[in-house]
């Protein structure tokens, strides 16, 4: 079995996105599991990927072609991880906060939380701290993740994280957040239940 999953590991690490479809059919043709091909192939490979991010033998570009291969798979498989009733990690609203319009990085982020097995509830930009607050009450997410890459959006982060313990939903939602001018310490000093510098590092964070 290692040698069919195998394939799919290293077509993701390589951003090759034939060669990953076409390793998932090859695997589904052998009969292994939708569970196994998405946790010891996907999962797998895109933690390789944050870890080779995260020691600087990748970069963004490389970040961003791997996960866009590990997508083309996910494809292929989503409708039969749905039809077996394989549960994802978890669910996550994204999104960027209200006036902010920049998306590659949440895009990025949000591609390797689901590579990590999450199911992503992409918000958009421009999120209002209301529209963060009405989805965990109607969406059930377990996770809110916030981003921001202008100093002048920042404080609508804290809006959100007060929005949420004013709505009494403080217990039923982590809240983690990140962009270039988020810091650990303002992370804390909001309120938020983490702070991810990297989008590699937001899928280990969401994971644990």
């Known amino acids: ?30 009969h292994i599991f939708p569970d196994t091909i998405l946790k010891e192939g996907f999962i797998a490979a895109m933690a390789e990927v944050g870890h080779k991010f995260e020691i600087g033998e990748y970069y ?5 072609i791997s996960a ?19 549960k994802p990690a978890g669910k996550i609203a994204i999104g960027s906060v209200k006036g902010d319009m920049h998306d590659i990085g949440k895009n990025l ?14 918000l958009g930009v421009d999120v209002s701290p209301d529209q963060f607050v009405e989805c965990v ?23 959100t994280i007060d929005g949420i313990k004013a709505a009494g939903l ?12 988020i810091t650990e310490a303002y992370a804390q000093e909001i309120g938020a239940d983490g702070y991810a510098p990297d989008a590699g590092r937001a899928a280990k964070m969401a994971s644990n």
Not at 22 to 30: D, N, R, T, W
Not at 109 to 122: K, P, Q, R, T, W
């Open 137 to 159: 009450k109607t969406e059930g997410v377990d996770i809110i993740a916030m981003s921001a890459l202008l100093t002048t959006t920042m404080p609508n982060m804290k809006v």
């Open 1 to 30: 079995m290692e040698q069919i999953i195998a394939p799919i590991y290293e077509g993701i690490l390589k951003g090759d996105m034939k060669s990953v479809k076409e390793s998932v059919k090859h695997a589904l043709g052998e």
């Open 109 to 122: 982020v949000g591609m390797m939380l689901e590579g990590a097995g999450f199911d992503i509830l992409d």
């Open 60 to 64: 963004v570009p490389e970040l961003l």
């Open 68 to 86: 866009r291969a590990m997508q083309s798979g996910l494809e292929i498989l989503k409708p039969l991880l749905v039809a077996s009733d394989v």
């Open 170 to 181: 403080a217990g039923s939602v982590k809240v983690i957040i990140g962009g270039a001018p």
